[in-house]
């Protein structure tokens, strides 16, 4: 075992963050137990798990690697995955000052300071979660994940495995022939969107790497059979660390704009979304975060 720090400027909403991963692990992954995050992950051919936690000496997260075979660059490697993952570049005060020249907004940041962008470990993965949440509730995508990760995932070695972590994501190859709505009895069209999705993967390795700007991610994502622009923005918010990405015709976030006179239509939330540029992906987490306060849950949909 090994143990590395990743500094972060505070404030840092730990708890929102922690609550978002619990709801959205997959099992056999992932788990979130006593603010702790826990995960397996495979990095070529080396397979470990890892946990994430608050530090309480100061304003940096502490990881701890359990990798024996991991060398110095497939460590730093790691690294890097988990900062974007944790958001532990963003600068809240930038972030908060972008948003605050709009009066509701500006409120729910002070409410609220140290939001972070939920990020993602794994770009495949977290597309692929993406695809199994369409049209069904977050507990279901999480049972179709799991029987996904038990069905197809690489098993750890005994000796590697830890209370709750079995399996390593399945990689593309694993799925790209695999009849995924088969084993999991879902929609053939979801099971062809993973199919496909796995196969552009492998053709084209390089087909999550963040565009020159939203567009060119967000077209290159929706070249994709079965990713829409919802699912598109989504993943270039988490996954891709696109700042501006916003999720087009959200109920959630209309919700959240409903200030007793009716919630606002697609074109009006784009519209009002204007005035949170470049920084709308975080706009939307805010408000993704105001609609489950009030409706008394911990994390938006997918």
């Known amino acids: 075992m090994t143990d590395y720090a990743l500094p972060y400027r505070p404030p840092y909403d730990w708890p929102r963050l922690a609550a978002f991963l619990a709801d959205h692990a997959s099992p056999g992954v992932e788990m979130v137990a006593g603010g ?25 997260l502490h ?9 110095d660059a497939a460590r730093d490697a790691v690294l890097a995955r988990l900062g974007a993952m944790f958001d532990t570049d963003a600068d809240p005060a930038t972030v908060s000052a972008g948003l605050s020249d709009d009066r509701f907004m500006a409120d729910l940041v002070r409410r609220r300071p140290g939001l972070r962008m939920p990020g993602a470990f794994d770009p495949f993965e977290l597309t692929v979660r993406a695809i199994l949440g369409q ?13 996904l990760v038990a069905a197809f995932g690489m098993p750890l070695p005994e000796d590697a495995t830890a209370p709750g972590l079995t399996h390593a994501f399945p990689e593309p190859a694993q799925l790209v022939e695999a009849d995924v709505s088969l084993i999991l009895n879902m929609p053939r069209a979801r099971g062809r969107a993973i199919q496909g999705l796995a196969a552009a993967v492998l053709a084209a390795p390089d087909l999550f790497a963040p565009g020159p700007d939203l567009e060119t991610s967000v077209a290159r994502l929706t070249a994709v059979p079965g990713i829409g622009p919802w699912t598109a923005h989504y993943v270039a918010m988490r996954a891709l660390g696109q700042a501006d990405a916003f999720p087009p015709a959200d109920i959630g976030l209309m919700r959240a704009l409903d200030s007793g006179t009716g919630r606002p239509s697609r074109a009006g939330l784009l519209a009002r979304a204007e005035a949170w540029r470049p920084w709308r992906a975080y706009a939307a987490l805010h408000l993704w975060a105001e609609d489950a306060d009030r409706r008394g849950v911990t994390a938006p949909p997918i």
């Not at 702790?36 to 940096?60: E, H, N």
């Not at 990881?63 to 060398?71: Q, Y």
């Open 135 to 147: 049209q069904v509730s977050v507990a279901a995508a999480t049972r179709l994940a799991g029987r």
């Open 36 to 60: 702790v995050y826990s995960r397996t992950f495979r990095f070529g051919d080396r397979l470990g798990t890892l946990s994430v936690a608050p530090s309480r000496q100061d304003p940096s």
């Open 63 to 71: 990881v701890r690697l359990r990798a024996p075979e991991l060398d």
